[in-house]
């Protein structure tokens, strides 16, 4: 994960919870998987209109670092239960197939990078 300068590869077993502070601003960030499906979204701990300030990409690299898959999505407001996000689909989401062909060492190879709107 890529907030605020931190590279970070996760298990895939495993859901993630961190709190990160990056352009002076406090966000949460979740992964989770549930039902086959791997699940992550970033919250700023503010209103919804200083939370659509920032986007969120998700990108996911193969160990021949070639193969990838990059997705962006607005960070969302704190308000907002990350089942809510998650069951919306307007975040990172893909099925565990597909996750596996970007695990590496037994990590997934996920860097989540955040920047202004």
Known sequence: MLLGGINIRFSPLTSVF???????????YY??????RYYAAVQLIGTSSEA??????YKLLAANCIE???ETFLVRR?????ETV???KKCFNLDEETIKMF?????LN????LSKV
């Open 110 to 113: 996920l860097t989540v990078t």
């Open 103 to 107: 695990v590496v060492v037994y990590k």
């Open 68 to 70: 990838e898959i990059s």
């Open 86 to 88: 998650f069951n919306s």
């Open 31 to 36: 992964l989770e998987k549930k039902d086959g």
């Open 52 to 57: 659509s300030k920032y986007k969120c990409q």
């Open 78 to 82: 704190y308000s907002e239960e990350f």
């Open 18 to 28: 961190s709190i990160v502070s990056c352009f002076g601003e406090l966000f949460t």
